[in-house]
């Protein structure tokens, strides 16, 4: 092990000074607790589809609108979705989204957990204008959490990544589909690594993001430690042909709570990443968090030095970490 390799990563998110930037105060209708939200770029505004937890500890989701994606947030009146009561998966709730913009179908996807007695798993929504939503129910079995569809076809299939739960082991998985129906080609993609930051649980932070160097993948790795749980943030890169090969994993976490707003809150210790907004004229990467699952946070970086820092990082020296 060579010392060097493993000091503090160069690379950092810059947190933004004006957060948190939404919060349970600022809601227009009583809400506990504002978080992780699914991100957009949708007709010259950002639009956060937030997760918003009720006080019976249920969860919906609820726009919030932005000209430059920092200021002036406006919030909607009224949630975008409700559970659905003939949806039996959404009884407790739905939680957690991802956005994309699906090319081939030229229509938003938007990939949500819904919660139930029968346990977590994701759920489907399409639609054309964000405004109208049409449901497409459960995707596989619990337990599931944390999936985002890639935001366009590869080798002429969908593609998915999410974190099923398998003998209680919660790595992140990948698989494919000719139809946003039928999934297969299942495959472990990062796996947990016993020992390190991220050793007790990994999954998808925001959608894939594509690079020329292949697909940015922000996840979010676990460590369970005496006090609860702590919720860092790393990179991986992966085969801009195959996604389902790695060309890289950071050993090093490269964003984690720090600010008393990641510190204290309802789980104290998270920072948990859902959606990104690129800018390709300044190519700043626009990150959204959840800081302890308790509000909205942003922090930023340039998209092509997060590629060089992983082009940069060394292979893993644990096997079975980069294919
Ligand atoms: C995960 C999800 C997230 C939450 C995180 C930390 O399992 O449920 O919604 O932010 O735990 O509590």
Sequence with gaps: MIYHNHQR?????ERYKGNPILNPDRWPYPANATFNPGAIRHNGETLLLVRVEDMRGFSHLTFARSGDGKTNWLIDEQ?????????NEERWGIEDPRIVWLEDLQQYAVTY???SKDGPVVSLALSDDLHHFERRGAMLPPEDKDASLFPRKVNDKYMMIHRPIIRGEAHIWVACSPDLVHWGEHQILLPVRPGWWDSTRVGLGPPPIET???????YHGVRMTV???????????LDLEDPRKIRKRCDQWVFGPHEDYERVGDVPGVTFPTGTVHDPKTDELIMYYGAADSSVCLASAKLQDLVDHLLSCNDSEEEGFCT
């Design 9 to 13: 990563p160069n690379i950092t998110f």
């Design 79 to 87: 949630p975008t979705l409700l559970p659905d009561p003939n949806y």
């Design 113 to 115: 957990v819904s919660f």
């Design 212 to 218: 020329s160097e292949g697909w940015l993948i922000i």
């Design 227 to 237: 006090s609860g749980s702590l919720y860092r943030v790393g990179l991986a890169l």
